[in-house]
């Protein structure tokens, strides 16, 4: 098959989930009231900033603290952008995210990434969230392909299920090397 376009997705696979790993640290799970706020954030039913003082709220946490962690927490994987610059020019690069538009823009820039992507797309910015199929066709129609020419990557299994129900190639995300060495494989 050749492929013309991969899609990533950010958090967990091109930078760190801060969210994720301040649940992590705190003893707390994403289910429940912290799932519903990611949630309705995600679909663009919230701000960021109130995100980020119901997440204080439920978890009896100073508001600063918790911003200050999801500000922190926010490394990118030197291997996975290596990665994205040796695609660009020989393939359509998308970047899809469940997030806040303006928050993810925000970490696009402040690690000078954005021009690595030739189309990102935030849930927020759509109205619904992975692993909702109006979501990938979206992101199917923004890059010009057809979903068996398209690659997504993802760190959540579900939503790479999600893409391969719609037969989109879906590539479960673990780690960069591993990342890589699936794509030799299918010759990309």
Do not use: C
Not at 57 to 71: D, K, Y
């Amino acid at each position: 098959m050749a492929y013309k376009a991969l899609v990533f997705d950010y958090f967990g696979v091109v930078q760190l989930d801060a969210f994720q790993i301040w649940l992590a640290q705190n003893g707390f799970k994403r289910e429940g009231g912290f799932a519903q706020a990611a949630q309705l954030l995600n679909e663009g039913k919230t701000t960021m900033a109130s995100f980020v003082q119901d997440i204080a709220s439920l978890a009896g946490r100073p508001l600063a603290e918790v911003q200050t962690a999801l500000e922190t927490n926010d490394a990118v994987d030197p291997k996975v952008v290596a990665l994205l610059h040796e695609l660009q020019g020989r393939y359509r690069v998308g970047l899809l995210s469940n997030a806040n538009g303006e928050f993810l823009r925000r970490q696009l820039s402040s690690h000078s990434l954005a021009l690595l992507f030739d189309v990102v797309m935030a849930s927020s910015e759509i109205g619904v969230a992975k692993p909702d199929p109006a979501l990938f066709r979206a992101m199917l129609a923004q890059l010009g392909t057809q979903p068996e020419e398209t690659i997504y990557i993802d760190d959540n299994q579900a939503y790479v299920g999600a893409a391969n129900a719609l037969g989109i190639v879906g590539v479960l995300y673990t780690n960069a090397d591993a990342l890589r060495a699936e794509l030799v494989a299918r010759k990309v």
